[in-house]
């Protein structure tokens, strides 16, 4: 029987742990899975995050509304102490908008086949996570370690949401078919990798590698490890101890997924 995940336990435990992190780390210190930010960065973004999706859920904002208050929202200063009582804000903010409607209450999000409030919950447990396992990197620290069971919802977040961004309509080819295994909870996905043309967010993108969540079909390659280390994979934060085996061929196309990044 699988553990109901405790998301508001999961997004408090893991926001307060990435503010634990980056008080004693170097502020100009670089973030290596997000190289373009330094510490400081990450603790401004994670602070727009939970403000942005407070407001989205709190105040059920939608369309003009919400590029009203994006156009509206103060810069983040940059002294750290400012930013850690901020984010600390915006997190209770965050929580406390959450629990005051249904999960299955309509809200605007920017996946189209999900427009809930349970969407919010899921994506912040696991991009909370993510950032969290961002700032225990930055700060030279060994990665804490990541509950089986929300690790394994998050392979199936990164599946049925963060992969699937290609347009229906665009021009796809199958490459491959691959079969993602958590060892240690049991849990297992089967997923084709493709190449697609097509627009998508304003832009033209032309033999672009996928991966699309199957429910049938014969695997040509296994990717496995403990759910944490393929959760940690898939959101290409590390890659230890996965085993790869199979097709030659459709291992390289699941790694040009990777490779291509978290979008």
Do not use: Y
């Given at each position: 029987?699988?553990?109901?995940?405790?998301?508001?336990?999961?997004?408090?435990?893991?926001?307060?742990?990435?503010?634990?992190?980056?008080?004693?780390?170097?502020?100009?210190?670089?973030?290596?899975?997000?190289?373009?930010?330094?510490?400081?960065?990450?603790?401004?973004?994670?602070?727009?995050?939970?403000?942005?999706?407070?407001?989205?859920?709190?105040?059920?904002?939608?369309?003009?509304?919400?590029?009203?208050?994006?156009?509206?929202?103060?810069?983040?200063?940059?002294?750290?102490?400012?930013?850690?009582?901020?984010?600390?804000?915006?997190?209770?903010?965050?929580?406390?908008?959450?629990?005051?409607?249904?999960?299955?209450?309509?809200?605007?999000?920017?996946?189209?086949?999900?427009?809930?409030?349970?969407?919010?919950?899921?994506?912040?447990?696991?991009?909370?996570?993510?950032?969290?396992?961002?700032?225990?990197?930055?700060?030279?620290?060994?990665?804490?370690?990541?509950?089986?069971?929300?690790?394994?919802?998050?392979?199936?977040?990164?599946?049925?949401?963060?992969?699937?961004?290609?347009?229906?309509?665009?021009?796809?080819?199958?490459?491959?078919?691959v079969e993602i295994r958590a060892t240690d909870t049991g849990h297992s996905w089967l997923a084709n990798t493709i190449?697609?043309?097509?627009?998508?967010?304003?832009?033209?993108?032309?033999?672009?590698?996928?991966?699309?969540?199957?429910?049938?079909?014969?695997?040509?390659?296994?990717?496995?490890?403990?759910?944490?280390?393929?959760?940690?994979?898939?959101?290409?934060?590390?890659?230890?101890?996965?085993?790869?085996?199979?097709?030659?061929?459709?291992?390289?196309?699941?790694?040009?997924?990777?490779?291509?990044?978290?979008?």
């Open positions: 029987m699988r553990q109901v995940i405790d998301r508001e336990r999961c997004i408090r435990t893991e926001s307060d742990r990435f503010g634990a992190v980056l008080v004693a780390a170097d502020h100009g210190a670089r973030v290596p899975t997000c190289p373009d930010w330094n510490v400081v960065d990450l603790l401004k973004h994670l602070t727009q995050v939970h403000g942005f999706w407070a407001a989205v859920i709190g105040d059920r904002l939608t369309g003009p509304a919400i590029d009203e208050f994006e156009r509206k929202r103060p810069a983040l200063p940059d002294d750290p102490a400012q930013l850690q009582d901020l984010r600390r804000a915006a997190t209770a903010d965050l929580l406390n908008a959450l629990n005051g409607r249904d999960p299955s209450e309509q809200a605007w999000s920017w996946f189209p086949p999900d427009q809930t409030v349970d969407f919010t919950w899921r994506m912040q447990t696991h991009e909370t996570t993510m950032h969290r396992v961002d700032a225990e990197l930055a700060a030279g620290l060994a990665i804490s370690p990541i509950d089986p069971e929300v690790a394994a919802d998050g392979v199936g977040h990164m599946l049925d949401v963060m992969w699937a961004w290609a347009p229906i309509d665009a021009a796809r080819s199958v490459t491959g078919t190449r697609w043309s097509g627009e998508a967010w304003g832009q033209t993108f032309t033999d672009q590698p996928g991966c699309v969540r199957v429910d049938v079909g014969e695997p040509d390659a296994t990717i496995s490890g403990t759910a944490e280390d393929v959760d940690l994979l898939v959101w290409t934060r590390a890659d230890r101890n996965i085993a790869r085996v199979g097709d030659a061929g459709t291992l390289r196309e699941f790694q040009a997924v990777l490779d291509d990044g978290v979008r």
